[in-house]
């Protein structure tokens, strides 16, 4: 089985929670049982030379986003038996910080298409592309809605988990087609509560949504701790 994990970080290479423990660990235990298990990040400026040491470039592309080609390039490195894909981009990635800045949905966006497009050019379309909380809750999207027709892409089947459903991507609707490049048609996916909502839209497009244990699942369907989505 081949698994591709889509994730906004993973120790070593970018950590700011538990999220990067989970990415980091789990590949490695997937491979460590015969499974093809790679994981792909961005290519944040904050990763230390150490490990940049250890990468090579793979290969370079252009991205359709935001109304325009952007350059794409992909980097690779072993690391604990596992391969980790880098998507670099420096407008969106050479800064400091992980999160927190004002086109945050726009960098992920970028990030989430160029999971997509890199696929055919290294030869690799994963049985289960599994992403992680609202900033690579695109990829499932755009399988489901721009990619699922391709033969190579229609047997990939989708795992979803949420580590902190706090924050969930929302963004205004009027940004839907011009900014994340999703058709009109695919509103009622991604409308929840007047906006956007990212997380919301890959519950719905995931064949399978997981959470970090059994107990935060549960809770989750509470609106005491679903922060809106527990009729999602």
């Given at each position: 089985m081949n698994v591709l994990f889509a994730a906004s970080?993973?120790?070593?290479?970018?950590?700011?929670?538990?999220?990067?423990?989970?990415?980091?660990?789990?590949p490695k235990a997937l491979c460590a049982g015969?499974?093809?298990?790679?994981?792909?990040?961005?290519?944040?400026a904050d990763i230390p030379q150490y490990l940049r040491d250890m990468m090579h470039f793979v290969?370079?592309?252009?991205?359709?986003?935001?109304?325009?080609?952007?350059?794409?390039?992909?980097f690779s490195a072993d690391y604990s038996g596992v391969t980790f894909y880098?998507?670099?981009?420096?407008?969106?990635y050479c800064r400091s910080g992980i999160y927190g800045h004002y086109d945050d949905g726009e960098r992920f966006a970028f990030f989430c298409m160029a999971v997509m497009e890199m696929l055919p050019r290294i030869g690799f379309f994963p049985d289960i592309l599994h992403a992680h909380d609202w900033q690579s809750a695109l990829a499932v999207i755009y399988l489901r809605t721009k990619y699922s027709w391709?033969?190579?892409?229609?047997?990939?089947?989708?795992?979803?988990t949420i580590h902190n459903i706090e924050y969930q991507g929302k963004y205004d609707m009027a940004l839907l087609n011009d900014l994340f490049g999703i058709?009109?048609?695919?509103?009622?996916?991604?409308?929840?509560?007047g906006c956007m909502?990212?997380?919301?839209?890959?519950?719905?497009?995931a064949d399978r949504v997981t959470t970090v244990s059994e107990k935060y699942a549960e809770e989750i369907q509470s609106p005491?701790?679903?922060h809106g989505l527990e009729n999602a």
């Open positions: 970080e993973a120790r070593p290479f970018a950590v700011s929670g538990s999220l990067a423990e989970f990415a980091g660990a789990l015969g499974t093809d298990c790679r994981v792909i990040l961005p290519l944040y290969t370079e592309f252009s991205v359709d986003h935001a109304g325009k080609k952007q350059h794409c390039g992909l880098f998507v670099d981009n420096e407008y969106y391709m033969r190579e892409y229609k047997s990939i089947r989708t795992v979803y058709d009109w048609k695919y509103c009622p996916i991604l409308e929840w509560g909502n990212m997380m919301k839209a890959a519950i719905e497009c005491e701790y679903a």
